[in-house]
């Protein structure tokens, strides 16, 4: 694999991850506040396992396990009830 392909999968890691440490402040107060950071964290895992994984299940996994993560926490915030936690 092209050392240039590597470079495009480590700064797509790096730049979620400065989104994740600078947005924060911003977007906690929000109505959606935690949907977006839930959004963001799940960037941060495929952006991770995409960029430090060759096998390409890694990456299939870290996809459906972030996918689940932000319909979960979109679950919450539309049905403020208990069952929905």
Request: aromatic share 10%.
């Amino acid at each position: 694999m092209p050392a240039r392909e590597y470079r495009w999968r480590h700064l797509a890691l790096l730049i979620s991850i400065l989104l994740l440490f600078l947005l924060p402040p911003f977007v906690v107060h929000l109505h959606d506040g935690i949907l977006v950071m839930n959004v963001i964290s799940a960037a941060v895992l495929v952006a991770g396992s995409y960029a430090l994984s060759e096998r390409k299940h890694l990456f299939a996994i870290a996809v459906v396990l972030s996918a689940i993560t932000i319909v979960g926490t979109g679950m919450l915030l539309a049905f403020r009830q208990r069952w929905a936690a």
